[in-house]
Structures are given as structure tokens and as C-alpha cells.
């Protein structure tokens, strides 16, 4: 398991391995029958720095196999995150956004999912993201989207084209970048002298809480704690003047990063550290009891699937997240135990579960006919999809979740 000394990302120090997934594929990489033969593995081990306490992958996958063209994630998929998004871009305009011609810059803008609000307020702005496919659906809806990778040199081009920003935003994606060094100068380059760098990401404190191991894939670089970002914003010569835990994806928390001294930290700030550092989660034994937890689920999990398949039950799956793959892959969870996964993203209909292979079918496969059981892998968004698919348990379905712990409802 151990590649020998391994160093943290962001500041060198050591890092002390604590889970490994072994050989995965990349989550978002739906495939078809053609690409099963040339399908990519990577190792996916995690870590956390003994130094700075920041918690990361071990192997980079290269960014263009991740985000390109097919970048199959639509933000706009769910009525959850669309209304998030819509009550941020409100709060925006109406405290950062509110001067003079203002400017904001948007890391990760997807299908505009967030953009298209600020575009509506006729308010500046610019959505940087890779993915060509769902930025030209941000860009139909009125969003100015520029399809590349932030760094610093792309920071630096923004700068002279458009000047300096008011805000710089990203949801979901500062955790996707390793080299958060050059995003970090691209920010300094472009933020003007009293602007924010705000982000959002699934936070660690959450996963260890929730064992929600599945957070952990080939996107999700980094995991985020308090602590960790504060050291690391503060190497930048940023700091953290604001905090505020999200309900979405699990348990987020929102970061706010001025430069040094600008403004001055909020109260939650140290209200948050103080209640994260209770739960001590740069500590081995805290990792090694989130270990041994995942361990479990995997064993309740398949146990559970035998058992019903053994009973002539038949279970689907609902959702083909991204982390549906660290599951599936993990448990080794394949189309003889899940003959087929439903979701409502038409780009991965038709195809291919990563690794697994288990097929992906439009989500109204699900009453054709209604299984006995459904495995929820996009628990997140259980609340939007329990409510859609009530008829799912009026015909006496239930679902399977296993996260904390494997339960049926
Ligand atoms: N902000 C959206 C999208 C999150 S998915 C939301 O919260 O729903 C992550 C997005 O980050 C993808 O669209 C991906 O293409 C983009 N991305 C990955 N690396 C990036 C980089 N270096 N710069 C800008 N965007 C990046
Ligand atoms: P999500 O959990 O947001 O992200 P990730 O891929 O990063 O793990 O993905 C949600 C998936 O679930 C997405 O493929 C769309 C699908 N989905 C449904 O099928 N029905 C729904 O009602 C919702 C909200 C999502
Ligand atoms: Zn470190």
C-alpha cells in the first residue's frame, strides 16, 4: 500500500496514508461497450499531511482525462442545487456585487447553474471551466464562459483583458485542482486589493461524521477541513475571514479568503474551528475508526445484496453519481447484483457504470416494473428524489442507504 514518502500537495510535509480504494476508474467516465478495453485505472489511496493536516489523494490523474468535451455532471440536474445557487448569486449581488460596475469571476461555472442569475442582473461577470459541453449550455443561457482550466496564467490573461474582480467564486471545484499553488497566484493577480476568493466544497468533517467514503474519487483531490484551509490560505498570504456550514452534497462548508489583514475574520470563524477541532479529525485514530467503518459498510453491503438476490428480490440502483463509482468499485458491485442504475442526465443514458459496468437508464426505467428494492447512491439529493418517486414506495419498494451505516427505508 504505502508508495514511501509521499508528500503533501500543498506545503511538502509527509503524508501518513490512512485509506486505500486500490485500483478505480474515473468516476465521471460512462462508458460504451467499445472504450470497455482501453478503460483508465488509477490508484486511489488517500492521505493526510502530518504537517499541515490537509487531506488528499496520493495520485494525480491527469486533468484532461477528467474534464473535456464529455464531462458528463450537469449542475442544473437537480431543484436543490439551482435554488442554492440562486439564493448565493442573490446574497452576492446584494452585499459584494453592489458597488460600481462591479466584476465576478466564477472557477468551475458548469451549465451556468450560478452564472446565469448574476447574467440576468445584467452584473459583469466570467465563467471559467473546461468542460466544452456544459459550458455551451452556460453560454446559451446568456453566460460568458472562457472553456479553460483557471492557473495562473489564465488569471493572468482575465487581468489585462477584463481588469481586476470584485469576487472570485467556485463551487465544487477548488477540492478538484491539485495545483492550488498556481490557482492561489491566479487569484492574487486578479482579485482586486479588498475582494473576496469565496469556495464551497464537501467538508471532511462531514465524511468522517457520515462515513461518506464515497466522496472520495478521482475529482475530489483534496477534502477540507477548517484547519486545513486556514493553513493554507494563510502560506498564500490570504486568510479566512469567513465560514459557514452548507446542508448541500452531504455537509459542505463555504470559505470566504481576503488577503491578509483586509477584513476583519467573523465571529463563526472561530465559532466553527473551535466546534471542528472537537472532533479531532487530523488524528489517526479518528482516521482509523473512519477506516474501519468503510470496511464495514462494504461488508454490510454486498452481504445485503447476496441476501436479496439469494431471495429472488430485485434491486436497481437510482442515481450514477460520480460516487456511485467508489462504491460499485470498491464493493465490487456489478450487474449481477444491480442489473441497472437510473438517472436523469441524458448524457449518461444508454452507457456504461465506470469499472462496473452496470448500465444506465433514463430514471422513468424505474417503474419498469418498480424492483423491491433501490439502492440510493445519490443519498444527497434523497430528500428531491424521495418526494418524486413516491409512487416507487406506494407499490412497496424501499430504499437502500449506506451512509452512516447500511439501513433500509
Ligand atoms: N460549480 C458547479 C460544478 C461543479 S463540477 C457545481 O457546484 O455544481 C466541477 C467543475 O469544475 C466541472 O465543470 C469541471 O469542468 C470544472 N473544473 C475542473 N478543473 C477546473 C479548473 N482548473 N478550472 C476551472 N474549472 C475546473
Ligand atoms: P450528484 O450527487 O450531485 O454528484 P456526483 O456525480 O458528483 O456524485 O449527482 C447526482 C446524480 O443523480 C446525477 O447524475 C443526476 C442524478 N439525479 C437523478 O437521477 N434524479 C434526481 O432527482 C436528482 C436530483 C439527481
Ligand atoms: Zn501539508
Given at each position: 500500500?504505502?508508495?514511501?514518502?509521499?508528500?503533501?500537495?500543498?506545503?511538502?510535509?509527509?503524508?501518513?496514508?490512512?485509506?486505500?480504494?486500490?485500483?478505480?476508474?474515473?468516476?465521471?467516465?460512462?462508458?460504451?461497450?467499445?472504450?470497455?478495453?482501453?478503460?483508465?485505472?488509477?490508484?486511489?489511496?488517500?492521505?493526510?499531511?502530518?504537517?499541515?493536516?490537509?487531506?488528499?489523494?496520493?495520485?494525480?490523474?491527469?486533468?484532461?482525462?477528467?474534464?473535456?468535451?464529455?464531462?458528463?455532471?450537469?449542475?442544473?440536474?437537480?431543484?436543490?442545487?439551482?435554488?442554492?445557487?440562486?439564493?448565493?448569486?442573490?446574497?452576492?449581488?446584494?452585499?459584494?456585487?453592489?458597488?460600481?460596475?462591479?466584476?465576478?469571476?466564477?472557477?468551475?461555472?458548469?451549465?451556468?447553474?450560478?452564472?446565469?442569475?448574476?447574467?440576468?442582473?445584467?452584473?459583469?461577470?466570467?465563467?471559467?471551466?473546461?468542460?466544452?459541453?456544459?459550458?455551451?449550455?452556460?453560454?446559451?443561457?446568456?453566460?460568458r464562459v472562457l472553456t479553460d482550466f483557471f492557473e495562473e496564467s489564465l488569471a493572468e490573461a482575465v487581468l489585462a483583458d477584463e481588469g481586476p474582480a470584485d469576487v472570485i467564486y467556485a463551487a465544487n471545484t477548488i477540492c478538484h485542482i491539485p495545483y492550488l499553488d498556481s490557482v492561489?497566484?491566479?487569484?492574487?493577480l486578479l482579485l482586486k486589493p479588498d475582494g473576496v476568493f469565496i469556495f464551497e466544497d464537501p467538508s471532511f468533517g462531514d465524511i468522517i461524521e457520515r462515513n461518506s467514503f464515497d466522496q472520495i474519487y478521482d475529482e475530489h483531490f483534496y477534502f477540507f477541513t477548517l484547519r486545513s484551509v486556514q493553513a493554507m490560505a494563510e502560506r498564500m498570504g490570504f486568510e479566512l475571514v469567513d465560514a459557514e456550514r452548507l446542508p448541500v452534497h452531504g455537509g459542505e462548508i463555504r470559505y470566504t479568503l481576503a488577503?491578509?489583514?483586509?477584513?476583519?475574520?467573523?465571529?463563526?470563524?472561530?465559532?466553527?474551528?473551535?466546534?471542528?477541532?472537537?472532533?479531532?479529525?487530523?488524528?489517526?485514530?479518528?482516521?482509523?475508526?473512519?477506516?474501519?467503518?468503510?470496511?464495514?459498510?462494504?461488508q454490510d453491503l454486498t452481504r445485503l445484496l447476496e441476501d436479496l438476490r439469494a431471495e429472488?428480490?430485485?434491486?436497481?440502483?437510482?442515481?450514477?453519481?460520480?460516487?456511485?463509482?467508489?462504491?460499485?468499485?470498491?464493493?465490487?458491485?456489478?450487474?449481477?447484483?444491480?442489473?441497472?442504475?437510473?438517472?436523469?442526465?441524458?448524457?449518461?443514458?444508454?452507457?456504461?457504470?465506470?469499472?462496473?459496468?452496470?448500465?444506465?437508464?433514463p430514471a422513468e426505467a424505474l417503474a419498469e416494473p418498480f424492483p423491491d428494492y433501490a439502492l440510493l447512491f445519490a443519498w444527497n439529493h434523497a430528500e428531491e428524489i424521495m418526494a418524486k418517486e413516491q409512487a416507487f414506495r406506494e407499490a412497496g419498494g424501499r430504499w437502500i442507504l449506506y451512509t452512516p451505516k447500511v439501513h433500509i427505508l
Open positions: 500500500m504505502s508508495q514511501g514518502n509521499l508528500a503533501c500537495r500543498v506545503c511538502g510535509g509527509r503524508l501518513a496514508e490512512f485509506f486505500d480504494f486500490g485500483r478505480q476508474p474515473l468516476s465521471d467516465a460512462f462508458l460504451t461497450p467499445d472504450d470497455i478495453d482501453e478503460e483508465f485505472f488509477y490508484q486511489l489511496t488517500v492521505g493526510a499531511c502530518e504537517s499541515c493536516t490537509m487531506v488528499q489523494l496520493t495520485e494525480e490523474v491527469p486533468r484532461d482525462r477528467m474534464f473535456h468535451e464529455d464531462y458528463p455532471y450537469h449542475s442544473s440536474g437537480s431543484a436543490t442545487m439551482r435554488q442554492h445557487f440562486e439564493q448565493l448569486a442573490k446574497h452576492l449581488i446584494d452585499t459584494e456585487l453592489s458597488g460600481r460596475d462591479p466584476f465576478i469571476v466564477e472557477i468551475g461555472c458548469n451549465d451556468g447553474v450560478m452564472l446565469r442569475q448574476i447574467s440576468k442582473a445584467g452584473i459583469r461577470h466570467l465563467g471559467v471551466d473546461p468542460s466544452g459541453g456544459v459550458t455551451r449550455l452556460a453560454m446559451a443561457d446568456g453566460v492561489f497566484r491566479g487569484v492574487d488577503r491578509k489583514g483586509r477584513r476583519r475574520p467573523s465571529a463563526r470563524v472561530a465559532e466553527l474551528t473551535a466546534a471542528e477541532r472537537v472532533l479531532d479529525l487530523a488524528a489517526p485514530a479518528t482516521l482509523e475508526r473512519f477506516a474501519a467503518a468503510v470496511r464495514n459498510i462494504r429472488g428480490k430485485r434491486v436497481v440502483g437510482y442515481g450514477a453519481t460520480a460516487k456511485s463509482a467508489t462504491v460499485t468499485n470498491y464493493c465490487g458491485i456489478g450487474p449481477g447484483l444491480i442489473p441497472y442504475v437510473c438517472d436523469t442526465t441524458p448524457a449518461k443514458h444508454g452507457k456504461l457504470m465506470p469499472g462496473s459496468h452496470i448500465p444506465v437508464l
